[in-house]
């Protein structure tokens, strides 16, 4: 039998992938502007973003208003087994298929501390309302988000990404903001 999170795993991927390239270009444009308006975005100066697969909440455009903004944006570089780190991306034409099959920074790079960084935009295949997070399975957030210690750590997610609750374990890394199209918020309560 396979562990719970593998089958989760598998089921919130199916229903990524059966999303439409229309519906999801629309929730993410709908997120994006959601994000752009909170006091998190406004007063971040440096944002550690993912660059998205092709069923993921798609971020182009809010790579494009931090270049509008001049926000220092981020995105991960693979530097070796469940090992990240912050590359900076001063515009797209940097951009090039890397590790993962993923859009990554390949040259010139310019490594952001994580300690830096005011603002990560986690990817996740679930979400709970507790703010825990199911990833790929692959370790790199959970490795790298400890060491982001001044950054918030929000989701943009498709309504059914966000669940009641998940199976966690002890390395799990948390969220602080989970946005959804539906108008769900979940935060940290201070």
Known sequence: MLPLKKVLRREFLSKRAAV???ERDRISHELIK??????????AK?????????????LNELFAACFVDKKILAVP?????????????????????????????????NFIEPAQ?????????????NLNRLG?????????????VNAKKIALAYDFQLVDALPIEEHD?????ILTIDGSVCYEVH
């Open 136 to 148: 790929m399975g692959g370790g790199y957030y959970d490795k790298f988000l400890p060491r982001a």
């Open 77 to 109: 570089f693979i530097v070796g087994k469940r090992e990240m780190q912050a590359v900076e991306v001063p515009n797209f034409d940097v951009l090039e298929v890397g590790e993962f099959n993923i859009l990554s920074v390949k040259q010139n790079q």
């Open 34 to 43: 959601k994000f752009t308006a909170t006091e998190i975005y406004r007063e």
């Open 173 to 177: 890394v948390k969220v602080d903001v």
């Open 46 to 58: 440096i944002i550690m973003a993912y660059a998205s697969m092709p069923d993921e909440i798609q």
């Open 20 to 22: 439409s390239i229309s």
């Open 117 to 129: 960084i005011d603002c990560v935009v986690v990817p996740g295949v679930a979400f709970d309302k």
